[in-house]
């Protein structure tokens, strides 16, 4: 990633990723800091930046300071408002202001409608073939829109689990992981470019 940098050294994707990494281990973490803070400059990269400032200072235990930048990003609105209700929920539940937690994640769960949600994903398996068949048919799909989380990462897409060879949904979960050479684009959807046998 540096090397990559060093050669794109004002392309801000490239900054952002790397001080990502940088942030992640403690000789480099003032570095990756620090390119964060260049970034909250930069209008398109500033949310971003935002987010990872704040889980940043969150770690490093400076409550304060972490709340500023996720409730800054509530404020902001978009996407990124989505990404920092939950965040802040995780730091007033880590801190012990379970009823900040709750309501975090009460007003986090209204930004989620549900059945448009379990509509998307009903549609989209119509137009797909599963990725796995087992006991069970797999459907991954891309909501377009942050659906949960998986392994502390927020995500967009969701594992719905048929019975075999049909599409009635007994399980749908948060996924994270999925092989873009593996999806293709049914409108505005990426689904599992794999045909039923």
Known sequence: MRKLYT???FDNIIKFELARVLIRFEDTLNEGRNYLLELLLHTSNRSYAMLELGKLEARLGNYEEAKSYFTDLIYLGGQSKTYAMLELGKLEASVGNYEDAKSCFTKLLE???IEKTLSFVEKSITESAPLQLSFVDKYN?????????NNDVETSFVEAVTF??????IAMYPVIGIKKKNLKNVGRRLVYNRKKS
């Open 111 to 113: 930004t989620i409608d």
């Open 7 to 9: 050669e794109e050294p």
């Open 164 to 169: 075999p060879n049909t599409k009635d949904i």
């Open 141 to 149: 799909i891309d909501c377009g829109n942050i659906v949960g989380v």
